[in-house]
T-cell receptor, first 116, second 117 residues
């Protein structure tokens, strides 16, 4: 069973450019989460998918951010017109549906974005 | 609104000492879940434990133990006989039973633990 994978692992971009990250969850996990982690802070929730439906977005997710999960499998997170404040680690997590100890979120290795 | 506070920013102990990481949480829900995650230097968050709000029993897993006290809204984590491999940032997190089953996690700011050989 492979874990959650994210691509790329590192991205350096210039301010104003668009970037797109990909997350492949654990197969058969129908819940997928995106979080953002800045230096010295804990991860902050960005958005959540159940299958292909995006059911919640944080107020942290400005209009420049968009996420998709076509066909309920992998997900992409796009940032348009990047700003230096977008520099962070972007984490993806997946879980099965339901409550209980076996439904914890499994995290990927993250994509570290640096905006210059 | 839910909130998690980890007042200890950094802790250093000598190998084999015991160490306790503190976590205090705030929530208005009666049903919630508490977690601890470990983030080693490699960066990937590793799940350690999940407790629900109705189960206040302390738990022990090898050298790790957790003390959940609803009266003080605390969920503390103790490592006994610490080892160098325990060096990492540890996060406490809270999840409420949200809409559509969204178990989004609210994390604390983390405690960086350094074990000195």
């Amino acid at each position: 069973d492979t874990g959650v994978s994210q691509d790329p692992r590192h991205k350096i971009t210039k301010r104003g450019q668009n970037v797109t990250f990909r997350c492949d969850p654990i197969s058969e996990h129908n819940r997928l989460y995106w979080y953002r982690q800045t230096l010295g802070q804990g991860p902050e929730f960005l958005t959540y998918f159940q299958n292909e439906a995006q059911l919640e977005k944080s107020r942290l997710l400005s209009d420049r951010f968009s996420a998709e999960r076509p066909k309920g499998s992998f997900s992409t997170l796009e940032i348009q017109r990047t700003e230096q404040g977008d520099s962070a680690m972007y984490l993806c997590a997946s879980s099965e549906e339901g409550f209980g100890p076996q439904y914890e979120q499994y995290f990927g290795p993250g994509t570290r974005l640096t905006v210059t | 609104a839910q909130k998690v506070t980890q007042a200890q920013t950094e802790i250093s102990v000598v190998e084999k000492e015991d160490v306790t990481l503190d976590c205090v949480y705030e929530t208005r829900d009666t049903t919630y879940y508490l977690f601890w995650y470990k983030q080693p230097p490699s960066g990937e968050l590793v799940f350690l434990i999940r407790r629900n709000s109705f189960d206040e029993q302390n738990e022990i897993s090898g050298r790790y133990s957790w003390n959940f006290q609803k009266s003080t809204s605390s969920f503390n984590f103790t490592i006994t006989a610490s080892q160098v491999v325990d060096s990492a940032v540890y996060f406490c997190a809270l999840s409420e039973a949200g809409n559509f089953g969204n178990e989004k996690l609210t994390f604390g700011t983390g405690t960086r633990l350094t074990i000195i050989p």
